[in-house]
């Protein structure tokens, strides 16, 4: 058990610098994931942990030890690859049971511990095939068993979920859960897939560009995303975003004319402010034609989503998207009548993609008063 | 699905292949047929044309104690210099794998000994190697006649097993180096989380999964130490002292070309191409079987 303290990260590759200076902190047992999309420098910081690639600045400390200069194999983390990275030439129980026998355990704890662990992943029946002769799922929890026999302190996962199925992936995605919940390890979770880390995290780190770009409870970021750029990645369907102009505090013109409501206690906007306003298709309310500060959803086309559907149209000059419930179907060509409750409208800096005024922390004690 | 270029045009076909049979024909078969021409005959001693003898040139080499030593120095000169230069060539390649500093020069450096010619190489090593004037005759002065291969059948043999090695290493070095960069590095990545230090990894991962190239090498480097060697003896040793290094290939072009009989040297060719089939045959069968292919 540990926790890891990451102070000032940086890393360059040649002339280009990936990581740019990240601050985390991680509690003992907590589940956390890094989101970002591809490219951002998630797997590199994973790595940098690992001790997979080298520390060009700043400091990683595990359970209050400096490990910059240590080996991966002293620094009590396991890792599950993306690719699984099994042993080609090794069976499932060799493959589990590698890390023992570097470590020259004596072979009858290893069988033992290797039959142990099989069970735990459901594998008791598959020992002494090759990995070439199991499925996708069935490799990844050899990946996962191998991880786990050394009981190390800290589980690092880099996208293990990506080479799978739709249904499988969220099959795993439930074993992890319930995995990490059993054996309580510090665990660090590289995604792309915003889904995975919504379901899978105590807290959620974005990434964007080599830089932190908000931490925080699943709920938290999805509430009050700190940048544009969260806001736009987290959350499916995802947030409609587009430039408007302050009129007045509470008031914000978009683009064709309309005039959109916001609540001026939480966001510190000055008249004649650029901003990007910003609205999840799940907030906008469908209401009935005529209502009063209804605004006119001009219909385009229509996603059909099972129990509900996504409306595609135009607010104004604007692309704008809507949650539709199942019941009344629509069509290309309608108009909807929408009212956009003015506690769900964001406002984020046109330049440098802030959200607006409050910091997100004294907004959720705001909210929460 | 096609997956080879298919051509209506026969007479264009004939052409383009013509030039690449003719170079065989020329340089393989005929060359062949000619010795196995020259394998069942013999010139009379006084001139004329050759005379069908059946299987009597080849019961003479095989009652030959010289033919059988020859023999017995070619394998021990395979064994030597195949395992030299396989270990050699795997240690370099392991270590420009794991991309130390200067990786870089060192895989471009490794590769230039095979791009000289063995009479080339013989001779470099024949300098270095000579007791009284080369870079190992500072050992002599210590222990007088400690190395001597022009005396000492052993030092001959060991000359010229690391001379033809030194040359071996670098052609399987590259082919090493590839297979090595082929592994996925996640896997050795795999293998230090899972605790594995530089060795381990190279012993319990890299070399496994090396096996098909391994097989590879193997059937090279033993064919070529049979068949391809005379350029080292030829400049180095000679064959001698006293027939120490007189391996194979050396013997029928000394017998052919120095002795002029060319019945026993075409019956010894005859002997020694059929040797290197077998072996290679053996060793697909037999070793091929237990290689791993990942
Ligand atoms: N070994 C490397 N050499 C050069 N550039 C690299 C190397 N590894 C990663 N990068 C670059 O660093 C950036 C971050 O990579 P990575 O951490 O793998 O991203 P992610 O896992 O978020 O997709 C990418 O732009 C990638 O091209
Ligand atoms: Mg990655």
Same mark, same amino acid.
């Given at each position: 058990?540990?926790?890891?303290?990451?102070?000032?990260?940086?890393?360059?590759?040649?002339?280009?610098?990936?990581?740019?200076?990240?601050?985390?902190?991680?509690?003992?047992?907590?589940?956390?994931?890094?989101?970002?999309?591809?490219?951002?420098?998630?797997?590199?910081?994973?790595?940098?942990?690992?001790?997979?690639?080298?520390? *060009?600045?700043?400091?990683?400390?595990?359970?209050?030890?400096?490990?910059?200069?240590?080996?991966?194999?002293?620094?009590?983390?396991?890792?599950?690859?993306?690719?699984?990275?099994?042993?080609?030439?090794?069976?499932?129980?060799?493959?589990?049971?590698?890390?023992?026998?570097?470590?020259?355990?004596?072979?009858?704890?290893?069988?033992?511990? $290797?039959?142990?662990?099989?069970?735990?992943?459901?594998?008791?029946?598959?020992?002494?095939?090759?990995?070439?002769?199991?499925?996708?799922?069935?490799?990844?929890?050899?990946?996962?068993?191998?991880?786990?026999?050394?009981?190390?302190?800290?589980?690092?996962? *880099?996208?293990?979920?990506?080479?799978?199925?739709?249904?499988?992936?969220?099959?795993?995605?439930?074993? $992890?859960?319930?995995?990490?919940?059993?054996?309580?390890?510090?665990?660090?979770?590289?995604?792309?897939?915003?889904?995975?880390?919504?379901?899978?995290?105590?807290?959620?780190?974005?990434?964007?560009?080599?830089?932190?770009?908000?931490?925080?409870?699943?709920?938290?970021?999805?509430?009050?995303?700190?940048?544009?750029?969260?806001?736009?990645?987290?959350?499916?369907?995802?947030?409609?975003?587009?430039?408007?102009?302050?009129?007045?505090?509470?008031?914000?013109?978009?683009?064709?004319?309309?005039?959109?409501?916001? *609540?001026?206690?939480?966001?510190?906007?000055?008249?004649?402010?650029?901003?990007?306003?910003?609205?999840?298709?799940?907030?906008?309310?469908?209401?009935?034609?005529?209502?009063?500060?209804?605004?006119?959803?001009?219909?385009?086309?229509?996603?059909?989503?099972?129990?509900?559907?996504?409306?595609?149209?135009?607010?104004?000059?604007?692309?704008?998207?809507?949650?539709?419930?199942?019941?009344?179907?629509?069509?290309?060509?309608?108009?909807?009548?929408?009212?956009?409750?003015?506690?769900?409208?964001?406002?984020?800096?046109?330049?440098?993609?802030?959200?607006?005024?409050?910091?997100?922390?004294?907004?959720?004690?705001?909210?929460?008063? | 699905?096609?997956?080879?270029?298919?051509?209506?045009?026969?007479?264009?076909?004939?052409?383009?292949?013509?030039?690449?049979?003719?170079?065989?024909?020329?340089?393989?078969?005929?060359?062949?047929?000619?010795?196995?021409?020259?394998?069942?005959?013999?010139?009379?001693?006084?001139?004329?044309?050759?005379?069908?003898?059946?299987?009597?040139?080849?019961?003479?080499?095989?009652?030959?104690?010289?033919?059988?030593?020859?023999?017995?120095?070619?394998?021990?000169?395979?064994?030597?210099?195949?395992?030299?230069?396989?270990?050699?060539?795997?240690?370099?390649?392991?270590?420009?794998?794991?991309?130390?500093?200067?990786?870089?020069?060192?895989?471009?450096?490794?590769?230039?000994?095979?791009?000289?010619?063995?009479?080339?190489?013989?001779?470099?090593?024949?300098?270095?190697?000579?007791?009284?004037?080369?870079?190992?005759?500072?050992?002599?002065?210590?222990?007088?006649?400690?190395?001597?291969?022009?005396?000492?059948?052993?030092?001959?043999?060991?000359?010229?097993?690391?001379?033809?090695?030194?040359?071996?290493?670098?052609?399987?070095?590259?082919?090493?180096?590839?297979?090595?960069?082929?592994?996925?590095?996640?896997?050795?990545?795999?293998?230090?989380?899972?605790?594995?230090?530089?060795?381990?990894?190279?012993?319990?991962?890299?070399?496994?999964?090396?096996?098909?190239?391994?097989?590879?090498?193997?059937?090279?480097?033993?064919?070529?130490?049979?068949?391809?060697?005379?350029?080292?003896?030829?400049?180095?040793?000679?064959?001698?002292?006293?027939?120490?290094?007189?391996?194979?290939?050396?013997?029928?072009?000394?017998?052919?070309?120095?002795?002029?009989?060319?019945?026993?040297?075409?019956?010894?060719?005859?002997?020694?191409?059929?040797?290197?089939?077998?072996?290679?045959?053996?060793?697909?069968?037999?070793?091929?079987?237990?290689?791993?292919?990942?």
């Amino acid at each position: 058990m540990a926790d890891i303290e990451i102070r000032g990260i940086t890393k360059t590759y040649g002339p280009t610098r990936v990581l740019h200076g990240v601050d985390l902190s991680i509690a003992n047992g907590e589940f956390l994931v890094i989101l970002g999309p591809s490219g951002c420098g998630k797997s590199t910081l994973l790595r940098m942990i690992a001790g997979l690639e080298t520390i *060009d600045g700043g400091e990683i400390a595990i359970g209050g030890t400096i490990v910059n200069r240590l080996e991966p194999r002293e620094r009590g983390c396991a890792m599950v690859f993306q690719n699984y990275a099994l042993y080609p030439h090794m069976t499932v129980a060799e493959n589990i049971g590698y890390a023992l026998k570097v470590a020259g355990r004596p072979k009858a704890e290893r069988l033992a511990r $290797i039959g142990e662990i099989a069970k735990i992943v459901g594998l008791e029946d598959y020992l002494d095939r090759k990995p070439s002769q199991l499925s996708g799922g069935q490799r990844q929890r050899v990946a996962m068993g191998r991880a786990m026999i050394r009981e190390p302190k800290v589980f690092l996962f *880099d996208e293990p979920l990506s080479n799978l199925d739709a249904k499988l992936r969220v099959q795993m995605r439930l074993e $992890i859960r319930r995995l990490h919940q059993r054996l309580g390890a510090t665990s660090i979770f590289v995604t792309h897939d915003q889904i995975e880390a919504m379901t899978l995290a105590d807290r959620i780190v974005v990434m964007h560009g080599g830089r932190v770009e908000q931490v925080g409870a699943p709920r938290t970021l999805y509430a009050t995303p700190a940048t544009r750029f969260v806001a736009s990645f987290l959350g499916s369907p995802a947030m409609n975003l587009m430039p408007a102009e302050i009129l007045r505090p509470g008031l914000a013109r978009i683009a064709g004319g309309v005039d959109i409501a916001f *609540d001026p206690a939480l966001f510190a906007a000055v008249p004649g402010q650029q901003v990007e306003l910003g609205i999840r298709p799940e907030d906008v309310e469908l209401v009935r034609p005529g209502t009063e500060g209804a605004h006119a959803l001009a219909v385009q086309f229509v996603e059909e989503m099972g129990a509900s559907r996504l409306v595609h149209g135009r607010l104004g000059e604007a692309e704008f998207a809507v949650v539709q419930p199942n019941g009344r179907g629509t069509e290309g060509g309608e108009t909807l009548a929408i009212a956009l409750p003015p506690s769900a409208i964001h406002l984020f800096d046109i330049g440098n993609g802030r959200r607006l005024g409050l910091e997100p922390q004294r907004l959720d004690a705001v909210r929460a008063a | 699905m096609q997956r080879r270029a298919a051509f209506d045009n026969l007479w264009l076909a004939g052409a383009l292949i013509a030039p690449q049979l003719l170079l065989v024909l020329v340089f393989f078969y005929w060359p062949t047929v000619q010795a196995l021409y020259w394998a069942f005959s013999t010139q009379p001693p006084f001139g004329g044309a050759n005379q069908w003898v059946g299987w009597q040139n080849f019961e003479q080499i095989f009652s030959d104690s010289v033919y059988w030593n020859s023999v017995r120095v070619s394998i021990i000169f395979a064994i030597l210099s195949t395992s030299l230069s396989i270990a050699t060539a795997l240690l370099m390649a392991l270590m420009v794998d794991r991309q130390l500093a200067g990786h870089r020069v060192y895989r471009f450096i490794y590769f230039w000994p095979y791009a000289i010619a063995a009479p080339a190489v013989g001779l470099a090593f024949r300098f270095i190697f000579a007791p009284d004037a080369g870079f190992v005759s500072a050992v002599n002065q210590f222990a007088p006649n400690l190395w001597n291969p022009a005396l000492k059948g052993w030092d001959a043999m060991i000359l010229i097993v690391i001379a033809n090695s030194w040359k071996m290493a670098a052609y399987n070095f590259i082919f090493f180096l590839a297979a090595l960069q082929a592994i996925p590095r996640t896997l050795i990545e795999a293998a230090a989380m899972d605790g594995s230090g530089v060795l381990r990894r190279a012993r319990d991962v890299q070399i496994p999964l090396l096996q098909p190239t391994l097989f590879f090498l193997l059937v090279i480097n033993i064919t070529e130490s049979f068949v391809d060697s005379f350029g080292i003896v030829d400049i180095t040793t000679g064959g001698g002292p006293a027939r120490a290094t007189d391996l194979m290939v050396f013997k029928i072009y000394s017998d052919g070309f120095k002795g002029l009989d060319y019945s026993m040297a075409a019956a010894q060719s005859i002997v020694l191409m059929l040797l290197v089939v077998a072996l290679t045959f053996i060793q697909f069968r037999y070793v091929e079987r237990r290689v791993h292919y990942a």
